[in-house]
């Protein structure tokens, strides 16, 4: 056979790579139930779509080279539900897949061809961080910065990613830029491994302590979502992915054949309390509007007085922005007000309109929050929704008090406002304001109390709201879904992608 030695080199060459770190550490992630970096893309992407870039890839140092196939990072493309993909798979299986000067050219192309032809871009995360050899003394820090735009987030295409073991440095880097981030429980998400920060601090430091999943799903809000398994994981990506377009240039895949909701609309009068002040979890009554199945919860456990969801209402995907009464109330802190920025960011960057669902008393307000930057936070609520140009629909339940009446859609913040006959508008409780603004207490004048109570209640009835206008349409709660669905079809009419004016808003503040 023609050039049978080099054939033959070529082979052995592949299945050097292919090896990956070896058969003993193989055998030892397998031992621990944990996938290695290729098994993690056959698991990701459709059967047989990979393509390899860089499977010869080498350390750029002599010493290293022997040991170091593929570079410790794997690269390349492949397909999600018959949609195109740009993946980097870490292994840590080769010197803990450190970033090094020939892997770092490897993300870069991956970065930019994704960029350049439109497709989302996925990491999948476990590393040691920087490969010291190649980082020390000067022809390290020569290394760095070579790239003016490593770190811009844009969001022309969709980043997301998964993290499956210790991830420090550029596994923590590219997560923060991230339009999504999962996690796998017992990962870790930090600066620095625990060994340098505990050297660097002079203290033992505990992994879960530094950068866990508790952390950073319930504190930082850094990570959407924690899970058990790594296949887990990566099934989260790709459900993900099918709620958003490619790139931003083009709008969200519809879905033809969806399912009725989980709960019929009945199911909402008796989930929503006829006392104002009762509470009750938001996310019943969203199974009863959205398509069955199709709820997916972002960042559960932090700011839980809002919920934000990606789902679908016949097919077509929505953000769900939704104050949860479960949670202090329904009262608005600092950190549902990042949640609620952060949403508006994503729905805004990929064409995705939004849907608020209304219920809350206002701002949680307090020396805390003070603290925290309550007021710059809530302004920074009001510039992003000013931004916003994908489509909004407001939905009025019940309370809407004070200036969260205007974050959450209010006045002309949203394209469509409806209101439930049982809305409550007004400034505060009344009940509360009565006590401001008469500094009178029912315990002290219940009868005068009663009286000023329901001349401020008068005026603050979603039939108020509607002789004025600034509601659109009162609805019974049971007609959420289809009024949902009419008017999403009015503002999807011309098919065009928003301005994206919030593309380049920080990855986080």
Request: with cysteine; hydrophobic share 40%.
């Amino acid at each position: 056979m023609a050039f049978e030695d080099v054939l033959d080199e070529y082979a052995q060459r592949k299945q050097v790579a292919y090896a990956m770190g070896g058969s003993d550490k193989l055998a030892k992630r397998r031992e621990q139930g944990r996938l290695n970096a290729r098994e993690r893309l056959d698991v990701l992407l459709d059967e047989g779509s990979f393509f390899e870039s860089g499977l010869f890839a080498k350390g750029i140092r002599p010493e290293a080279r022997h040991k170091t196939p593929a570079d410790g990072k794997i690269a390349g493309f492949g397909r999600v539900d018959g949609r195109e993909i740009a993946v980097i798979s870490n292994d840590f299986t080769v010197v803990g897949a450190t970033s090094s000067a020939v892997n770092g050219k490897k993300i870069r192309h991956m970065r930019e061809v994704a960029s350049k032809r439109g497709l989302p871009l996925v990491f999948l995360g476990e590393s040691a961080g920087a490969r010291m050899p190649d980082r020390m003394g000067a022809a390290g820090r020569a290394m760095l910065g070579q790239d003016a735009a490593e770190y811009l987030r844009d969001r022309k295409t969709p980043w997301v990613s998964a993290l499956l073991g210790d991830c420090y440095g550029s596994s923590t880097w590219y997560a923060c830029m991230s339009d999504f981030v999962v996690m796998r429980k017992g990962s870790t998400l930090a600066v620095a491994s625990t060994r340098v920060t505990s050297v660097a601090i002079n203290q033992p430091v505990e992994a879960e302590d530094l950068g866990g999943w508790r952390l950073h799903t319930g504190s930082t809000g850094l990570v959407d979502l924690a899970v058990d398994t790594d296949e887990e994981a990566l099934e989260a990506v790709r459900v993900f992915l099918s709620y958003l377009p490619r790139h931003n240039s083009e709008m969200p895949p519809r879905q033809e054949a969806y399912s009725e909701p989980e709960k019929s609309a009945d199911h909402i009068l008796e989930i929503l309390p006829e006392t104002r002040n009762a509470v009750y979890d938001v996310r019943d009554i969203l199974r009863c509007v959205v398509d069955g199945d199709s709820l997916f919860e972002l960042k559960a456990r932090f700011g839980k007085s809002i919920c934000t969801s990606l789902a679908r209402i016949e097919g077509r995907s929505v953000g769900i922005l939704a104050n949860n009464p479960k949670f202090k109330g329904g009262a608005i802190d600092v950190d549902a007000m990042r949640k609620a920025v952060s949403f508006l960011v994503l729905c805004d960057s990929y064409n995705v309109p939004v849907v608020f669902m209304v219920d809350q008393p206002g701002f949680l307000i307090g020396i805390d929050g003070e603290k925290r930057w309550a007021p710059g936070r809530i302004m920074n609520w009001m510039n992003a929704i000013s931004l916003v140009s994908t489509p909004k629909i407001s939905v009025i339940m019940r309370k809407s008090y004070g200036q969260a009446y205007l974050n959450m859609g209010g006045g002309r913040n949203s394209d469509e406002v409806l209101s439930w006959p049982m809305a409550d508008l007004g400034f505060v409780d009344p009940a509360l304001g009565v006590q401001m603004l008469h500094k009178v207490k029912r315990s002290e004048d219940p009868e005068r109390f009663d009286e000023l109570l329901a001349d401020l209640k008068q005026d603050s009835t979603a039939y108020s709201l509607a002789e004025l206008y600034e509601t659109h349409a009162i609805i019974d709660p049971r007609e959420t879904r289809q009024s949902l669905a009419r008017l999403l079809e009015v503002h999807a009419l011309k098919g065009e992608v928003g301005e994206h004016k919030l593309a380049t808003w920080p990855t986080s503040y």
